[in-house]
């Protein structure tokens, strides 16, 4: 019990960490360095008004100095990393720890991207640069210490990678970056190399269907019009979430479709 505890409170300070990433990189500020300060009187933050959770409720949801109201987002972010740090041990469990903590860097990320592209729409490269980077550690330590399973080496992930990004590039290029933006075809050519190409169309059909509901919803409710751009990173993002936690389920079901069915989840 008391492990599971450790773990959500590792969740709530990377969650915290999260929210620096997702406040900072599309300002281009740096992440190191600097401590936080508020965005409105530009008082610095001390560390005990920097505790995941605990300090937005002793603090009221407002800055200690000039009452400025402090999101929830802060808040539920540093909540949700916590949940998904428990909910990919469970997960992962008998897989391992290296297994767990991939997830949790893939997770972690996904979500820093769907948040940032949901603000600004961009999808920032050096987010994406750094997932390559886990991607590429995971998939040579898989190979060196355990040699089965997921395998980023593998002709179908390489191939997931190029259809992907090939497919998405070539609807940026005929669209003049009308339908989407240069980041969606690195983004989708990245979740081809992790997922490999079923896993990865899977995650792009999510994507295509979450993205159309929300659209009608918004036009329904006029809070949107044929001409309101919806971030595609935001939907991509939420689709491999949800295959992650969902993908070997959906996969089972028509795994006799296809000859070889690829997962990350062991
Ligand atoms: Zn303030």
Redesign the pocket.
């Known amino acids: 019990m008391l492990l599971f505890i450790y773990i959500f409170l590792l969740g709530l300070v990377v969650g915290s960490f999260a929210n620096v990433v997702i406040y900072r990189v599309p300002r281009g500020w740096g992440i190191f360095w600097g401590r936080s300060a508020?965005p409105?009187?530009r008082?610095k933050i001390s560390w005990h008004d920097l505790i995941p959770v605990v300090s937005f409720f002793l603090l009221k949801a407002q800055?200690r100095?000039?009452r400025?109201p402090i999101s929830w987002l802060y808040p539920a972010v540093e909540l949700y990393s916590g949940t998904i740090f428990l909910l990919s041990f469970y997960f992962t469990n008998r897989a391992g720890v290296v297994d767990w903590l991939f997830t949790v860097f893939i997770l972690e990320s996904l979500f820093i991207l769907a948040l940032i592209d949901l603000k600004n729409f961009i999808l920032p490269d050096s987010i994406m640069i750094v997932m390559i980077f886990g991607v590429l550690w995971y998939g040579i330590f898989e190979q060196v210490f355990s040699g089965y399973g997921f395998n980023i080496f593998s002709f179908n992930n390489f191939i997931g990678a190029a259809v992907l990004f090939s497919a998405f590039f070539l609807l940026w290029f005929l669209s003049r970056g009308t339908w989407l933006g240069l980041g969606d075809a690195k983004l989708a050519g990245l979740i081809g190399l992790i997922f490999g190409l079923w896993g990865g169309l899977i995650i792009i059909y999510g994507a295509i269907i979450a993205g159309t509901v929300a659209g009608l919803v918004l036009l329904a409710s006029y809070r949107a019009n044929l001409k309101t751009k919806l971030p595609l990173g935001t939907f991509i993002s939420f689709s491999a979430t949800a295959y992650i936690f969902l993908g070997q389920g959906i996969l089972e079901k028509i795994k006799p479709l296809f000859f070889s069915v690829p997962f990350i989840l062991k």
Do not use: A, V
Request: charged fraction near 10%.
């Open positions: 508020c409105n009187c008082k800055c100095q000039c400025q």
